[in-house]
């Protein structure tokens, strides 16, 4: 069959035949390209099923700037189905266990806003395990090299960002809890900008 502008204009009307050898000719050529990336054969027929479910909406709004290339075009929105698919999958997969994921609040370098809440940092710091003391302080302190700290430890990056993460989030946890306990800290609170405010993830 020829791509062209009578062809998307039946697949826009939901012509019977046309869309029916839409669905027929394109199965086996996206089943064959997911089958690269896919053994389980529930994922593909669920992926070649959003593929032409993102075609003919595609098709609908006028996307196919070059109807003669409408192959092409299919491919590349099956391309994009399953890069979408293998993401989403990566970002809900568990971590191994004994490792947390990576705490998403802002970095603890952010924290570090002023003199004095630096100095109030290192009171928590050290009531942190000794070697989450020493990670934190090597590294946002004195600007350390991750890799060499790595290194020097027997661990990958990986491994050493995996640790400091968790200590991060314990010392927020300390820093957190002693700033909304007292009337000094309340105080404090409330003369923050609202941008350290968010920063520090307390409610208005």
């Keep these: 069959m020829t791509y062209n502008t009578d062809f998307l204009a039946r697949l826009r009307r939901r012509d019977p035949e046309t869309c029916t050898w839409f669905v027929f000719a394109f199965t086996p050529i996206l089943e064959a390209k997911l089958r690269y990336k896919f053994r389980d054969h529930g994922t593909i027929e669920d992926l070649r099923n959003d593929t032409f479910y993102r075609v003919l909406i595609l098709v609908d709004q006028n996307r196919v700037r070059e109807p003669a290339q409408f192959g092409s075009f299919v491919r590349g929105v099956c391309e994009n189905v399953a890069h979408e698919h293998i993401r989403n999958r990566k970002e809900t997969d568990g971590w191994p266990e004994g490792f947390d ?30 070697e989450e003391e020493e990670l934190i302080t090597e590294i946002y302190f004195r600007e350390g090299d991750r890799k060499r700290m790595a290194r020097e430890r027997g661990l990958s990056v990986t491994g050493l960002n995996v640790k400091l993460c968790r200590a991060l989030k314990r010392l927020r946890t300390q820093v957190f809890d002693r700033m909304k306990s007292g009337p000094t800290d309340e105080t404090r609170f409330s003369s923050m900008s609202q941008g350290d405010r968010k920063v520090l993830n307390v409610k208005s």
Excluded: G, Y
Excluded at 105 to 116: G, K, R, T
């Design 101 to 130: 994921p990576l705490d998403p609040v802002p970095a603890i370098s952010e924290l570090l806003a002023d003199n004095e809440l630096r100095a109030l940092l290192r009171a928590d710091l050290r009531k942190l395990p000794d």
